[in-house]
């Protein structure tokens, strides 16, 4: 670990190799951190050619990995899976995370780029999302932060299967063009499969799943007023912006899963004070 990093306990999950410590939460783990730790954590990762597996998790991992072993495993074998929703972020705490801060996809890879630019710039791939958006997130974030270079811009077709074959070639256009970021944009679980099965090519890179994250840089999306991203509260605005699609996902999907996991974060809080049934030593 390098020294950035090595400043943060390490984990109680099992991953690929130690990284910063995690705290239970359901059927995953979360980084017991902030936006600006898990920003310079994986800024020096990407500088070093250590590379590592990020995920964003909010709500909708949890519920999506209740019943999915599949992305529990992917989610396990992350280096670092930061606190997307506020929600996710809550239960941390709760469960004894006391350093556990909301850092959205959006915010990280902002952070990412202002400071490795700010050293000296960062090559990024970019994959997944429509032409279009893909194309207008590339350009404004090379505008706001120069020295973003983006080195490969793949859209893989939307709504289409693709063949081994093709997806292999994508992988190899990626790994010719030697990024330091990998931005994946396929949704969860998809761009979780997809870096747990194509790291490896790029192992010196950082890979983070980003979801819906070009659309805002794209400015196809609009973020929340600053009052509803600080009360946890931006959920609301999204199902405001778009309520057929994310109507059933809020209501059937993530909220029971809140309601089933909450307490399990809330009971482990007496004994992680005792030190008990944590694996901290």
Known sequence: MT????????SSIS????????????PLAVFDGGLDDAAAWCVERAA????????????????LA???PQLREDLANCHLVVADGAPVAWMSRAAGGGKTRRTTGVDLVAAIAGRACAAGGIRVAMYGSLPEISAQAASNLSEAYPGFEVVARICPPFGQAQTAADVQRE?????????????VALGCPRQERF??????AVPGAVWIGIGGTFDFYAGKRVRAPRLFQATGLEWAVRLIQEPRRLWRRYLVQDIPALLAVAPGCLFRRPFRALGVGTGQP
């Open 3 to 10: 020294s950035a990093a090595s400043s943060i306990p390490q």
């Open 15 to 26: 991953l690929v190799e130690p990284g910063p410590r995690h705290v239970p939460v359901g």
């Open 48 to 63: 070093g050619g250590h590379g590592a597996r990020v995920a964003t998790a909010n709500l909708d991992f949890v519920a």
């Open 66 to 68: 209740r019943r999915n």
């Open 171 to 183: 992988v190899e256009e990626i790994a010719r063009t030697r990024p330091q970021l990998v931005l």
């Open 195 to 200: 870096i747990a099965e194509h790291f490896s």
